[in-house]
């Protein structure tokens, strides 16, 4: 069942054609900006694998991931990627990338049991990406430190799309504050 919510005397400032044009450029932007910082390449997202393979991510094991069978492999089931977590780590392996460095990429999925909302849709089309570390840089510093250039690159996106758009809002802080769910509970018991 659908939760979608639109606000009363909603009325939006891009007809279709526009929208398409929008999404395009905060995305073609933002990535852009993101792939310089972070030292990321752009690699394409497999639409379906190998059931066998381990790929797939299960999400949290309730989904039934969409399937179909291949006539020209003799009936071999594949099916439709329901999150890139495995593959994108497999894709650093197979493809070489060095310490440093990572992918960014677009994937397209159909979640079929998703319950959908004004966020959520059995249509997924989700950006992501990875990259390769140290395992000494696995701590909360390196973390943080992350954190604030993909924040950076967030801001600097919002800046550069108020300017395209002139009805959009400059709305993002300054600097981003990190709390933890320790400090959340105490708050709010």
């Given at each position: 069942m659908s939760d979608i919510v639109i606000p009363k005397n909603y009325k939006s400032q891009l007809n279709l054609y526009e929208t398409q044009v929008a999404i395009k450029t905060v995305k073609d932007f933002f990535q852009g900006l993101l792939a310089e910082r972070l030292h990321l390449l752009r690699v394409?997202?497999?639409?379906?694998?190998?059931?066998?393979?381990?790929?797939?991510?299960?999400?949290?094991?309730?989904?039934?991931?969409?399937?179909?069978?291949?006539?020209?492999?003799?009936?071999r089931e594949a099916e439709v990627v329901q999150s890139l977590a495995k593959w994108k780590r497999y894709a650093l392996k197979e493809y070489g990338f060095s310490l440093g460095e990572g992918i960014y990429t677009d994937m397209n999925a159909i979640r079929r049991d998703e319950e959908t909302d004004n966020i959520h849709s059995i249509f997924v089309d989700?950006?992501?990406?990875?990259?390769?570390?140290?395992?000494?840089?696995?701590?909360?510093?390196?973390?943080?430190?992350?954190?604030?250039?993909?924040?950076?690159c967030l801001r600097k996106t919002e800046?550069?799309?108020?300017?395209?758009?002139?009805?959009?809002?400059l709305i993002l802080p300054k600097d981003i504050t990190f709390i933890t769910t320790s400090e959340l509970e105490e708050m709010f018991p």
């Open positions: 394409s997202a497999p639409l379906f694998v190998d059931p066998t393979s381990g790929l797939n991510d299960n999400l949290n094991g309730v989904e039934r991931p969409v399937t179909f069978d291949i006539k020209e492999q003799n009936g989700q950006w992501d990406w990875e990259k390769v570390i140290r395992k000494e840089d696995r701590n909360l510093d390196f973390l943080k430190e992350t954190v604030k250039t993909v924040y950076k800046q550069y799309m108020a300017i395209q758009y002139d009805y959009i809002d």
